[in-house]
């Protein structure tokens, strides 16, 4: 191993491991065998250099279109984290051809290579904003490889395209389709040929969650009557389980272009694992509330269902709101919830479960709005659950049209799962949190936006690929009885 495979490790695993160039000083401070920091910080930029030749970081600013907008869409996810004012309007991309010729030889030069020639390279585009501060978000958009399979659900195999700092809404995002629209036009329309001559084929996805998609489709607000993303059922209907709904659009709740008019309406993805989580929130609700009714609430029901939780390891308890002293509960988070809902996880599903499915859910929602059956309030009358009401969007997503992008991904060799944005979020998540917490991976010296930095972070991570810089360097002892000494 030579000195230079050595060093770029180091360098690698500092990424890794979120070591701060101050954090590997006192490290190397105290273990003298250590590579000195200025050695690594050098190496580093000279990786950041070499790569950022191959993959070229562009920096963009949307403030000019933001600032015409007040409004402010409060997100419900807490944040702790605050941008810097001069941050907000900064964007940052990449080009995703680029990106593409440099990670399809390693895709197809794995030992079970991920792409041979003949297949179609199946992308699907993914987006995702995070608070960071009251009213900016950290946007970003992904791609990644649906035919890494598994993989895709890892957030390290989710690539970042293009980062800002500003709103999630159709204006801004409309900047960032213009960015990429001739790009991906050219990719959908030949597809790439790679450094082989190797001519491969492109069809474009996307998933992320309603509001994300809602946006990039061009639909109208989300509370206009028709607001769904495949069909144009109103809320009225809504509850009818006897109607069918093929995806054929919403052109009643359209009212601007799609950003990203290569993809076509089929191919956007409904994030099942989201859907469920929103399901999951509205039976929580409809279920407790119907607890508090009852007198022994808190002598029976309270305990165990906290209990129940805690089994699980989920933090959960009822508590007195003291406005008005009506019950309340800890709101789970994501990754809780999906604790409850690892079944949903399975790889594939045959055509009889798919069908068993469909009409389980809709009976499912057949039995939740039940109306009274029999004279209201008298002996034999069946009471009915809840109202129509109260059947939601992701109910109608779920029963009439998740079916269908179960059959229709399953005769590409797809499957629902690989879509779930949970990767993408959590990317996000970390990202965020790296960047804007207050740590010092930026390095800090040069004034670049802080999108920019987290850019070249990544594209230190496609190095680090494609050269098998390694991250972890096993050695063996050296033996002082038989001599070897091998390193
Ligand atoms: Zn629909």
Same mark, same amino acid.
């Given at each position: 191993?030579?000195?230079?495979?050595?060093?770029?490790?180091?360098?690698?695993?500092?990424?890794?491991?979120?070591?701060?160039?101050?954090?590997?000083?006192?490290?190397?401070?105290?273990?003298?065998?250590?590579?000195?920091?200025?050695?690594?910080?050098?190496?580093?930029? @000279?990786?950041?250099?070499?790569?950022?030749?191959?993959?070229?970081?562009?920096?963009?600013?949307?403030?000019?279109? !933001?600032?015409?907008?007040?409004?402010?869409?409060?997100?419900?996810?807490?944040?702790?984290?605050?941008?810097?004012?001069?941050?907000?309007?900064?964007?940052?991309?990449?080009?995703?051809?680029?990106?593409?010729?440099?990670?399809?030889?390693?895709?197809?030069?794995?030992?079970?290579?991920?792409?041979?020639?003949?297949?179609?390279?199946?992308?699907?585009?993914?987006?995702?904003?995070?608070?960071?501060?009251?009213?900016?978000?950290?946007?970003?958009?992904?791609?990644?490889?649906?035919?890494?399979?598994?993989?895709?659900?890892?957030?390290?195999?989710?690539?970042?395209?293009?980062?800002?700092?500003?709103?999630?809404?159709?204006?801004?995002? !409309?900047?960032?389709?213009?960015?990429?629209?001739?790009?991906?036009?050219?990719?959908?329309?030949?597809?790439?040929?790679?450094?082989?001559?190797?001519?491969?084929?492109?069809?474009?996805?996307?998933?992320?969650?309603?509001?994300?998609?809602?946006?990039?489709?061009?639909?109208?607000?989300?509370?206009?009557?028709?607001?769904?993303?495949?069909?144009?059922?109103?809320?009225?209907?809504?509850?009818?389980?006897?109607?069918?709904?093929?995806?054929?659009?919403?052109?009643?709740?359209?009212?601007?272009?799609?950003?990203?008019?290569?993809?076509?309406?089929?191919?956007?993805?409904?994030?099942?694992?989201?859907?469920?989580?929103?399901?999951?929130?509205?039976? =929580?609700?409809?279920?407790?509330?119907?607890?508090?009714?009852?007198?022994?609430?808190?002598?029976?029901?309270?305990?165990?269902?906290?209990?129940?939780?805690?089994?699980?390891?989920?933090?959960?308890?009822?508590?007195?709101?003291?406005?008005?002293?009506?019950?309340?509960?800890?709101?789970?988070?994501?990754?809780?919830?999906? @604790?409850?809902?690892?079944?949903?996880?399975?790889?594939?599903?045959?055509?009889?479960?798919?069908?068993?499915?469909?009409?389980?859910?809709?009976?499912?929602?057949?039995?939740?709005?039940?109306?009274?059956?029999?004279? =209201?309030?008298?002996?034999?009358?069946?009471?009915?659950?809840?109202?129509?009401?109260?059947?939601?969007?992701?109910?109608?997503?779920?029963?009439?049209?998740?079916?269908?992008? =179960?059959?229709?991904?399953?005769? @590409?060799?797809?499957?629902?799962?690989?879509?779930?944005?949970?990767?993408?979020?959590? @990317?996000?998540?970390?990202?965020?949190?790296?960047?804007?917490?207050?740590?010092?991976?930026?390095?800090?010296?040069?004034?670049?936006?802080?999108?920019?930095?987290?850019?070249?972070?990544?594209?230190?991570?496609?190095?680090?690929?494609?050269?098998?810089?390694?991250?972890?360097?096993?050695?063996?002892?050296?033996?002082?009885?038989?001599?070897?000494?091998?390193?």
């Amino acid at each position: 191993m030579t000195i230079q495979t050595k060093l770029d490790a180091i360098v690698r695993v500092c990424d890794k491991a979120l070591l701060s160039h101050d954090g590997y000083r006192h490290l190397a401070a105290v273990v003298p065998s250590l590579f000195r920091e200025y050695l690594v910080a050098d190496r580093q930029n @000279k990786i950041n250099k070499l790569i950022n030749t191959q993959i070229h970081v562009e920096i963009f600013n949307i403030e000019d279109i !933001d600032q015409f907008n007040g409004d402010n869409n409060s997100d419900e996810r807490a944040s702790d984290t605050l941008v810097n004012n001069n941050e907000v309007g900064n964007g940052a991309y990449c080009s995703l051809s680029t990106l593409l010729k440099i990670l399809i030889p390693v895709w197809k030069g794995r030992e079970n290579p991920v792409i041979i020639p003949g297949d179609i390279l199946h992308i699907k585009l993914g987006g995702d904003g995070r608070n960071v501060g009251r009213k900016q978000n950290h946007v970003m958009v992904t791609f990644c490889l649906l035919n890494e399979k598994d993989d895709v659900l890892k957030p390290n195999h989710q690539y970042s395209i293009c980062l800002y700092i500003g709103k999630e809404k159709y204006e801004t995002l !409309d900047k960032v389709g213009k960015i990429f629209a001739l790009q991906l036009a050219d990719l959908k329309e030949n597809g790439i040929i790679d450094d082989d001559g190797i001519h491969w084929p492109v069809e474009f996805y996307f998933s992320g969650d309603w509001k994300f998609t809602y946006i990039i489709l061009g639909l109208n607000a989300p509370n206009s009557e028709y607001f769904y993303l495949f069909c144009e059922c109103d809320a009225k209907s809504r509850h009818n389980m006897d109607l069918f709904w093929m995806p054929t659009g919403n052109t009643k709740g359209k009212k601007r272009a799609s950003l990203f008019p290569v993809i076509d309406l089929l191919n956007y993805i409904p994030d099942e694992l989201h859907i469920l989580l929103r399901i999951s929130d509205i039976l =929580m609700e409809c279920l407790f509330r119907d607890l508090f009714k009852k007198n022994d609430f808190e002598r029976n029901f309270k305990e165990k269902i906290e209990k129940k939780m805690n089994d699980i390891n989920i933090h959960f308890e009822f508590y007195r709101s003291s406005a008005r002293g009506t019950w309340n509960w800890t709101s789970l988070m994501g990754p809780e919830k999906k @604790k409850c809902y690892n079944i949903f996880l399975k790889p594939s599903h045959t055509e009889a479960e798919i069908l068993k499915f469909e009409e389980d859910a809709k009976n499912w929602v057949r039995t939740f709005c039940r109306p009274t059956i029999g004279q =209201m309030n008298s002996a034999t009358a069946i009471p009915g659950l809840y109202r129509k009401d109260d059947v939601t969007p992701y109910m109608h997503m779920l029963t009439m049209h998740v079916p269908y992008f =179960m059959r229709r991904l399953k005769e @590409k060799g797809l499957s629902l799962r690989l879509f779930s944005t949970s990767s993408v979020e959590k @990317k996000n998540h970390d990202q965020v949190r790296l960047f804007f917490g207050g740590t010092t991976m930026g390095g800090g010296k040069k004034k670049l936006p802080v999108v920019y930095d987290i850019l070249v972070f990544e594209n230190r991570q496609i190095f680090y690929l494609i050269n098998n810089i390694p991250n972890e360097i096993t050695c063996r002892n050296i033996n002082i009885y038989n001599g070897e000494n091998t390193i």
